[in-house]
C-alpha cells in the first residue's frame, strides 16, 4: 500500500525474483510498477532472460516482494518458547507463552529465526540433548555471521528489549519480558547492509 | 463421600458412577462390591507418590480447580502446560533463616534516575539574576519540535522526548551556554548516544585555549631537553642515517567557533546521565572518517579500530560525523539567514549570518515542490577536511622558526580548494546517480492547512528537516553513516616498498674457506711457476 488506505496483495516470491533482486542496487522508487533495465545491472540475466522470451526488466513489484521475504527469512526473528511443535511436525503458538524473564531476555540465545533451519543439524549431539524438541526446533541468533549482528538493548529502565539488526538496518524487534507480547518490524531504505563486516 | 466434580474422560474413574459403563461391569456386578472397587480407586488416587510427596487425587482437584476458575480456550490442548504449573506453584522455599536481599529491579533504577531530572534545583534565585545579566540562554522546546516531526512519523516517543527535555534543561544549568539545540540520537551497539549542539559562552573559550597552550608550550620544553641529550649521545655514537622523510605537515584545527568547530557537542547515553563534552574535530580526523565506516558501540572511549587508522577514540570518530551530517544536512528556508555584510568576498568566508527580520515564509506547498526554497546555514567541508581552506606550507614555515632542527621542505603546493559559498540552494546538491539528495514531502495531504513541510535526506538516510511557517528545525535520528549506492571499499594497504635492488655490487656471497683459499694460491704460484719457466725456457733458448 502507498497510502495506508489501499492495499494490494503481493504474490509470493519466486526463485528467479530473489536471484534477480539481489542484483539490483540502490534505493526503491515509491512506484510498483517502475522498471528497472537489468541490461545495465548484468548482462548476463538479461541475456538468459531474453532467451527464454522475457523481457530484460525487472519490475519494482517484484523487488519488493523478494527484499520483504529476504528479510523475513534472514531477520525474522522470534522469542524461544513462543511457538511450540508438535510431535506431528506442525508449529503453532504456544499459548501457554508466559514472556522470557530479564536474565533469559538479555542473551541472544533466547531468541530464534523463524525460518527453516540451516544450522540446527550440525550441532554436537552433547548440545543436542540439552535440547527440548519442542521449543528448540529453531536456530537461534547466537551463531549468526559475522557475529554481533544483532544489538541488544534494554529501554525505559529494562521494561522493554529491543534487538536491533544490523544486517538489515531498520529491522527492529521488540520484547516484553514476563509478558506475551513481542513483534518485528522494519522501516528502512530495503537494502541489505554489504559492509556489515568493516563496521564492526 | 465423592466431593471431585464430574470425572474427565481421560482420568481413571471415570464411568465408573455409570450403570453399565464400569470396567469391572462383568466382574463385579454387585453394587456393594462396585463401592468397593469405587474405593479402591479412589485410595489408589490417593497414594502419595515417593518423590515429591503429592498425589494424584490432589493433583487432579487443583487442576480441575485451576481451569474452572480461569477457563482458558481450549483447555485439552494446553492441560500439560496446565498440569506443569500446577505442580510448579506447589513448590515453598524452605524457610531460611536469611532473608533474601531486597531486589532492587531494574526498572526501579531507573526511574531513580530519571526522578532527579524532575528535581529542580535550590538556590534558584541565584540563577534567576546570572540569567538577567547574561541574557536567558535559550533552550529549545523540545517538545514542540518533537509534535511536528510526529506529524511525519519521526521522532522518539513523548517519555523520552520528555526526559530529553529536561536533561537539556539540566546541561544549561551548569555549563555557561548561549544556545542550545537537541542535534538527535545516534544509535550504538551497546547504548546509544543522545547529543545536544551548543554554543558557549565566549569567556570559557578562551580559557581553553589558554589552556591547550600551556600544554603545549611545557611539552616543546621537554622536547627540546629530550633532544638535547640526544645530541649529547649521538655525537658519542656513530651517527646514523638520519631519515629524510618528513610527514605531511599536520593541518591544523580550526579555531573554535569558527568552521567545523563552531558549535560544541555534549553527548549523554540516555537522559539522567552526565552530559560529555565532546572534543574539538581536527582536519585530519575528518578525513580519516570520511574512508572508514564503523558502528558505534555506545561507549565514548572505545578505540577504533580501522584501516586507514583513525586518530582517535570513538568520542573523536563520533564528533567528526556530527560535523559531517552537520554539514551535510542542516538546512533552511532559503531567506530566513542573510549575510551581515553583503560585500563580503568568497575568501574570507562569510562565516557570518544573522536572522533576515524581512523574512516571509513561503507556503508549505512551495516548499515542498521545489528544493530551492531550502537553503544549507552550515559551510560545507573541504578535501582538506576544514570549512576554510588553509595553505599547510605557509604554516610549517613559522613552526621552522620555533623548532631547533631544520630540515628543507620540499613541500608540493597544494591546489587551493573552494567550497560551495555559505547559504547554497540544496538544489544544488548533487544526487548519486539517479537518487536525488533530497525528497521532499508534506506531512499531509487531507489537511493541507496545517501541513508541514518534511524533507528527508538521501545522503545521509535519517537526517530530517521540517519548516512551518517560521518555525523550522533539523534532526537526525540514525547509525550515523553516510549512504553510498556502492558497497564499501575499504583502502588498500599500500604496497609493500621495494627492497633495494641486488645487484652483483651488494650481494652476499660464501666467504671462500682457508683450504679454497690455500688452494687458489697454490695454482696461482703454479702459474707464475709454469709463467717463469716459460720464460725461462725461451731465455735458454735465446
Redesign the interface.
Known amino acids: 500500500s502507498l497510502n495506508c488506505l489501499d492495499w494490494s496483495l503481493l504474490t509470493p516470491a519466486t526463485k528467479e525474483m530473489l536471484a534477480l533482486a539481489e542484483q539490483v542496487k540502490g534505493r526503491f522508487q515509491g512506484d510498483p510498477s517502475f522498471e528497472y533495465s537489468l541490461s545495465e545491472i548484468n548482462a548476463e540475466a538479461a541475456a538468459r532472460l531474453v532467451e527464454s522470451g522475457k523481457e530484460p526488466v525487472m519490475k519494482e513489484e517484484a523487488r519488493l516482494i523478494a527484499t520483504v521475504e529476504q528479510i523475513d527469512r534472514e531477520v525474522g526473528i522470534v522469542p524461544r518458547g513462543a511457538f511450540v511443535k508438535t510431535p506431528l511436525g506442525s508449529v503453532h503458538e504456544n499459548r501457554h507463552f508466559e514472556g522470557l524473564s530479564l536474565v533469559e531476555a538479555k542473551k541472544l540465545s533466547s531468541y530464534f529465526h523463524f525460518t527453516e533451519t540451516v544450522s540446527l543439524k550440525n550441532k554436537t549431539l552433547m548440545e543436542k540433548a540439552d535440547l527440548d524438541p519442542s521449543t528448540d526446533f529453531l536456530d537461534s541468533l547466537e551463531h549468526d555471521i559475522p557475529r554481533g549482528s544483532w544489538s541488544i538493548q534494554l529501554e525505559k529502565g529494562g521494561t522493554v528489549v529491543v534487538l536491533r539488526s544490523l544486517l538489515w538496518l531498520g529491522l527492529t524487534f521488540y520484547h516484553v519480558p514476563m509478558t506475551k507480547q513481542f513483534g518485528y518490524v522494519y522501516f528502512g531504505t530495503g537494502e541489505k547492509n554489504l559492509d556489515l563486516p568493516f563496521m564492526l | 463421600e465423592r466431593g471431585h466434580g464430574p470425572y474427565q474422560p481421560h482420568e481413571p474413574g471415570y464411568g465408573l458412577d455409570q450403570p453399565g459403563y464400569s470396567p469391572y461391569e462383568d466382574e463385579i456386578p454387585d453394587p456393594q462390591t462396585r463401592m468397593l472397587a469405587i474405593k479402591n480407586a479412589k485410595a489408589y488416587l490417593l497414594k502419595t507418590s515417593t518423590k515429591s510427596g503429592l498425589n494424584l487425587y490432589d493433583h487432579f482437584a487443583n487442576i480441575l480447580t485451576k481451569i474452572l476458575d480461569e477457563q482458558?480456550?481450549?483447555t485439552v490442548?494446553?492441560i500439560e502446560?496446565?498440569s506443569k504449573d500446577v505442580k510448579w506453584a506447589q513448590f515453598r522455599k524452605k524457610m531460611d533463616t536469611l532473608r533474601d536481599e531486597h531486589l532492587i529491579?531494574?526498572?526501579?533504577?531507573?526511574?531513580e534516575k530519571?526522578k532527579a531530572l524532575f528535581i529542580k534545583e535550590d538556590g534558584e534565585e541565584e540563577h534567576e539574576e546570572l540569567e538577567e545579566e547574561m541574557g536567558q540562554p535559550s533552550l529549545p522546546n523540545v517538545m514542540e519540535t518533537a509534535f511536528y516531526f510526529e506529524q511525519a512519523g519521526i521522532g522518539l516517543n513523548k517519555?523520552e522526548s520528555y526526559y530529553i527535555f529536561l536533561a537539556l534543561k539540566n546541561l544549561i544549568n551548569v555549563q555557561p551556554i548561549q544556545t542550545c539545540r537537541f542535534w538527535g540520537k545516534i544509535?550504538?551497539?551497546?547504548?546509544?548516544y543522545i547529543i545536544a549542539e551548543v554554543q558557549l559562552q565566549e569567556g570559557e573559550e578562551e580559557e581553553e585555549i589558554g589552556e591547550e597552550g600551556e600544554e603545549t608550550v611545557d611539552e616543546g620544553q621537554k622536547e627540546v631537553g629530550e633532544v638535547e641529550e640526544e645530541n649529547e649521545q649521538k655525537a658519542k655514537e656513530a651517527e646514523q642515517p638520519k631519515s629524510t622523510y618528513k610527514p605531511p605537515p599536520e593541518i591544523p584545527k580550526e579555531a573554535n567557533g569558527t568552521g567545523t568547530n563552531k558549535y560544541v557537542y555534549f553527548v549523554c547515553n540516555e537522559p539522567g546521565t552526565p552530559w560529555v563534552k565532546l572534543p574539538p574535530v581536527t582536519p585530519a580526523q575528518i578525513v580519516c572518517a570520511r574512508k572508514?565506516?564503523?558502528?558505534f558501540t555506545g561507549r565514548l572511549d572505545a578505540p577504533v579500530v580501522s584501516f586507514p587508522p583513525f586518530p582517535g577514540n570513538e568520542a573523536n570518530y563520533l564528533r567528526a560525523q556530527i560535523a559531517r551530517i552537520s554539514a551535510g544536512t542542516h538546512v533552511s528556508p532559503t531567506g530566513f539567514y542573510q549575510f551581515a555584510n553583503e560585500d563580503e568576498e568568497e575568501d574570507e568566508g562569510a562565516d557570518t549570518y544573522e536572522e533576515n527580520p524581512e523574512f516571509e515564509p513561503p507556503p508549505v506547498a512551495e516548499m515542498v515542490e521545489s528544493l530551492a526554497t531550502w537553503a544549507h546555514h552550515v559551510k560545507g567541508i573541504l578535501n582538506q577536511g576544514r570549512c576554510v581552506w588553509i595553505n599547510p606550507s605557509q604554516k610549517s614555515e613559522e613552526n621552522e622558526e620555533e623548532d631547533e632542527e631544520e630540515e628543507e621542505e620540499e613541500g608540493d603546493e597544494q591546489q587551493e580548494e573552494r567550497g560551495p559559498p555559505l547559504l547554497t540552494l540544496i538544489s544544488e546538491d548533487e544526487g548519486m546517480?539517479?537518487?536525488p539528495a533530497w525528497t521532499a514531502q508534506a506531512s499531509t495531504d487531507l489537511i493541507p492547512q496545517y501541513s508541514v513541510a518534511i524533507l528527508q535526506s538521501?545522503r545521509w538516510?535519517g537526517a530530517y528537516a521540517f519548516a512551518s511557517g517560521r518555525k523550522f528545525e533539523n534532526i537526525y535520528f540514525g547509525?550515523g553513516?553516510k549512504?553510498s549506492?556502492?558497497?564499501?571499499t575499504?583502502a588498500l594497504p599500500p604496497p609493500a616498498q621495494a627492497e633495494f635492488p641486488s645487484g652483483p655490487g651488494i650481494t652476499e656471497t660464501v666467504d671462500p674457506t682457508v683450504e679454497e683459499e690455500m688452494a687458489f694460491k697454490a695454482a696461482q704460484e703454479e702459474a707464475l711457476a709454469e709463467a717463469e719457466e716459460g720464460e725461462d725456457e725461451e731465455g735458454e733458448d735465446d
Open positions: 482458558p480456550t481450549n490442548d494446553i502446560n496446565i529491579l531494574p526498572t526501579f533504577e531507573a526511574a530519571y517519555d544509535l550504538g551497539l551497546e547504548m546509544n572508514i565506516k564503523k558502528f546517480k539517479d537518487i538521501n538516510p547509525w553513516h549512504y549506492p556502492e558497497s564499501l575499504p
